[in-house]
Every structure is written in structure tokens, then in C-alpha cells.
């Protein structure tokens, strides 16, 4: 193989790894939103477990009020199971994104020091040609004279 092409290959190597980057980019971005939305149903959660204390407590509690309440509050608990499970699934997509955005990090470095390795190579031959040119030359030279 060449250097000219291993720079191809490299090439190559560098568009998928952008592309990986702008995958995992995404992938976090989903995440952070999806975060989001799980900290607002626990704060919605939060807000309506103070409510339900605030109403028990008091002097005179509803139990129309309790029981809508309480409902809503399994209505939440059962979105924020839902939301923490959608987490849990983009945190996985998001290790498996890193992890081959991680290899193919690998992959490109592998290639620069085999491409670096192949031109040195190819450097050595190229002087050692030139040597036995410049040999050959002078022998010639030595023979005319």
C-alpha cells in the first residue's frame, strides 16, 4: 500500500469520525432534553406531594381533592418511570455513539502512523536509489577517464 493511499484511507477515516462527532453531539443533546423533561414531572411531583401534605394537614382535608390529587400523582409517577426509561436507552445510545466515536479515533491514528511508517519507507528508497545513481555516475565518470 502507498502513502497516497493511506492519505485516502485517512481521508476517508476523517469524514466518518466528523460524522460520528456530529452524532454524538445530537445524541447528548437528546439526552440533556430528555433530563429536562424528567426534572420537570419530579418537580411537578415534588409541587404536588407538598400540595397533598399541605391539604391533609389542614383543618378540614377534601377527600375529592385528596383523590384527584392522588391520581395525578400516580399519573406522574408513572411518566417519570416512563421518562427514566427513555433516559436509560438514549444513555446507552449515547455510551455505544461514544465508544465507536472513541475507535474510530483509534482507527485514524493507526492509519497516520502506518501512512508516517509507508513514506518514511518510501523516503529510504527514494535516497537509496539516488545513491546508487550518484554511485553508478561516478563509477561511469571514473571509467571515461
Known sequence: MTSKKISRILQWKGVVKEQMSIEMR???EKLQAEMGK???LNAKLA???AIMD?????PSPDAGKLELLS???IYLDKGIK???RKVSEIMKEVDAKQGALRNA???ERVFETLRNRIAGEELREKECLEQKEMDFNTVVRRVNK
Open 82 to 84: 416512563e421518562q427514566e
Open 105 to 107: 479515533y483509534r482507527e
Open 26 to 28: 445530537k445524541a447528548r
Open 54 to 58: 399541605g391539604i391533609q394537614s389542614g
Open 38 to 40: 424528567l426534572d420537570g
Open 47 to 49: 409541587e404536588n406531594m
Open 71 to 73: 391520581n395525578y400523582i
